[in-house]
């Protein structure tokens, strides 16, 4: 299994960035995927999630309106498109998802792409 991060970088307050995630290693359709986040001296916080046909999207309070997570499972791809953004938003963005093997479930990541918000 592999999830590989793309697309961040150094953006101003109020600018937009598109996060990429391609994951391989595993049947990418039909897996329900997320995007994480962890600041400087935080915890990884969970940011939104995507069902595995992508019909259905859940977002973390402070950043509805201003995220949208998407997926094209043609392309074992998910997105992250961040407006609108500001200082809070300064974080290592990982993308995740929990594969069944064996009758366990497993939480897998990505190594994760660095969004810093900054003037």
């Known amino acids: 299994v592999q999830l590989v991060e793309s697309g961040g970088g150094l953006v101003q307050p109020g600018g937009s960035l598109r996060l990429s995630c391609v994951g391989s290693?595993?049947?990418?359709?039909?897996?329900?995927m997320d995007w994480y986040r962890q600041a400087p001296g935080k915890q990884r916080e969970w940011v939104a999630g995507i069902s595995s046909g992508g019909g259905t999207t859940d977002y973390k309070d402070s950043v509805k309106g201003r995220f949208t997570i998407s997926r094209d499972n043609a392309k074992n791809t998910m997105y992250l498109q961040m407006n609108s953004l500001n200082a809070e938003d300064t974080a290592v963005y990982y993308c995740?998802?929990?594969?069944?093997?064996?009758?366990?479930?497993?939480?897998?990541w990505g190594q994760g792409t660095q969004v810093t918000v900054s003037s």
């Open positions: 290693g595993f049947t990418f359709s039909i897996n329900a």
């Open positions: 995740s998802t929990i594969i069944s093997r064996g009758g366990y479930r497993v939480r897998y």
